[in-house]
């Protein structure tokens, strides 16, 4: 006998499924009529998204049931989050590195170096100190590891501004790229604010309780795990997985017919004979991907900075513009990085802890806004503008504050708060996460998921809500217009405009039949009324040139035949008025 099987994997597939389908369905609608055609190449995505999954998540509707899928732990939902964070960073990066032009990096060395040197710095500063003045009873070296999780700009959202309509009308190229490139490098580099921080919360909090080595242990570690082996052994990890995917996809696709040096030939060679044979149009475009996902897998087994290499990868995979300008029309891309947005958003949305911004013992809830709003003005705006006048990239001022104001703060954030409650979670004292680690894990996790939950919705917003506002007083205005003349009743009318062409043409008509002269002095001109018909030759009746004949119904104002003369059979015919 049939039963129902309502299991979560069902119940995930159903909702899923049926919110991108429904989704997909009115899309064309809001973008062509509700003033959202721009907002649909934004984050407004990610709003829609994060509402669906608030509204099916346990607090509401009770579909989506993240805890059960952990199996009840909350640990194991940590790094489920952390884990899908993880991918959907890794695709984007990739993906944002492959949309940068050819050598990018090594070309703007200069303007992104300002921009993740001193520029990232003080945003990090900047973070940290309002999360200071902000969250009660709170020291100054835990704000600095809460502010280094929202320093970075996020990818997944910032990508999204600076592609489609909105971004081709409003933002220059040259922007267009620079944003692009920081907020794929600052993503990687969040790495060395957060854990310096938290290496000196482990080896100087509560006098080192539990802990051995002290200041210079930590300072250590910083230097030799974080910039040492999760930095740079990154940097050229990327590079070097980047550029050999490069050369092994051009010789399989080009059936080895590009010039190569002896480094191509000695790394490349070897594997070029088994590769002899064109790619299939399918397996090339998912390629970077497919890149994206070994680079998470083998930079998660060592330990190194998946992020940053996935990142570096992707623009060294295109450092000669081959692969971009093969995939530049392409749409499987974009596809499979739109479902990962809405499927990380919807997450977002059912695992967010929304009872704990209302229900905590770290922060009051009109605190918790009032940051949210200072965080979004003061995080990255004023150094930015401070900043624009030595980046080429930014012309005006008004490009400084778009470009300061959209550091949306999002999936980066939240992965950046996973990796420190893992980190913190490992500092024990009798088997006991240490009093100053439980403290700061408690802050972090209701601080740092509102802060990203606000920039979602604060920057998805933005652009629909300035559009209406900028239409929707006009549409009122013309509307008012149409209501006024329609009760005055002096709208349009054809009959009156219909009448005065008749009443010239009676003036016309009688000043011909007088004699008089046009008002300007001249004398009327003739008006002909041409139509024709095609006379056959009576020798072949073939229609050809020399055959071809008009018979036209010329007449002039006085309605006396006009004998006219055809240049194509040199026939001479009359033609009549017709009355």
């Keep these: ?29 809001f973008k062509e009529r509700y003033y959202l055609s721009e907002a649909f190449d934004t984050p407004f995505r990610a709003v829609i998204s994060l509402l669906a999954g608030v509204s099916l998540s346990p607090s509401a509707a009770n579909f989506i049931r993240p805890l059960d899928y952990a199996g009840g732990n909350e640990e194991h939902l940590a790094q489920i989050t952390l884990y899908f964070s993880r991918l959907v960073l890794g695709v984007q990066l990739v993906l944002a590195g492959v949309q940068l032009p050819s050598r990018y990096l090594w070309r703007e060395w200069k303007p992104l170096a300002l921009l993740l040197g001193p520029g990232m710095t003080a945003m990090w500063l900047c973070s940290s100190l309002l999360v200071y003045g902000m969250v009660p009873h709170f020291s100054f070296l835990h704000a600095l590891a809460v502010g280094a999780c929202v320093t970075p700009t996020d990818p997944v959202l910032s990508n999204s501004i ?33 854990f310096l921080a938290l290496y000196l919360m482990k080896y100087n909090g509560e006098h080192g309780l539990g802990q051995v080595g002290g200041t210079s242990k930590a300072i250590g570690l910083w230097f030799g795990e974080t910039w040492a082996y999760t930095i740079l052994l990154s940097v050229f990890y990327g590079a070097a997985v980047g550029w050999i995917a490069k050369e092994l996809l051009y010789r399989a696709e080009k059936k080895f017919c590009s010039p190569f040096t002896p480094l191509r030939m000695l790394i490349a060679m070897p594997l070029t004979y088994a590769l002899r044979k064109y790619v299939d149009r399918e397996s090339f475009l998912v390629f970077a991907i497919t890149l994206a996902l070994f680079i998470v897998g083998t930079c998660g087994m060592i330990g190194s900075d998946d992020v ?54 770290v922060i009051p809830l009109y605190r918790l806004v009032f940051l949210g709003i200072l965080v979004l003005l003061f995080r990255r705006l004023p150094v930015v503008y401070a900043m624009h006048r030595v980046i080429p990239q930014i012309e005006e001022q008004r490009q400084a504050l778009f470009v300061g104001f959209f550091g949306p703060i999002g999936v980066s954030a939240v992965f950046y708060l996973y990796v420190s409650l893992e980190f913190l979670g490992q500092i024990k004292v009798d088997g006991v996460v240490r009093e100053d680690a439980q403290k700061l894990q408690d802050v972090m996790m209701v601080v740092i998921w509102f802060l990203a939950i606000s920039s979602i919705v604060v920057h998805g917003l933005t652009i629909p809500l300035g559009k209406l506002g900028f239409y929707l007083p006009r549409t009122i205005s013309q509307a008012l ?17 219909v009448e005065l062409i008749e009443q010239l043409q009676e003036r016309r008509q009688q000043r011909i039949q007088s004699g008089q002269r046009s008002p300007d002095g001249m004398p009327p001109r003739p008006v002909f009324r041409i139509g024709g018909s095609v006379i056959r030759s009576p020798e072949n009746h073939s229609r050809t040139p020399a055959s071809i004949s008009r018979k036209s119904s010329l007449t002039n104002n006085e309605g006396l035949p006009v004998s006219v003369q055809d240049t194509a059979s040199g026939i001479t015919h009359d033609s009549f008025a017709k009355k």
């Design 1 to 29: 006998m049939p039963t129902l099987v309502v299991t979560n994997f069902n119940i995930v597939c159903s909702t899923l499924g049926g919110f991108v389908t429904l989704f997909g369905l009115v899309s064309y609608l």
């Design 162 to 194: 600076v592609k489609g309509k909105f971004a081709d009308q409003n933002v220059p190229k040259d922007l267009q790229k620079i944003i692009i490139a920081e907020s794929g490098a600052n993503d990687g580099l969040g790495y060395p604010f957060l």
């Design 308 to 361: 940053l290499a996935c990142f570096v990868a992707g623009n060294a995979f295109t450092w000669d513009d081959w692969f971009r300008l093969e995939t530049l029309d392409d749409s499987l891309q974009p596809t499979i990085d739109m479902l990962l947005n809405l499927a990380i958003f919807m997450w977002f949305g059912a695992v967010c802890p929304w009872d704990s911004f209302l229900h905590n013992d």
């Design 481 to 497: 217009d149409s209501a006024s003349r329609d009760e005055s009743g002096t709208p349009f009318q054809i009959q009156g405009r």
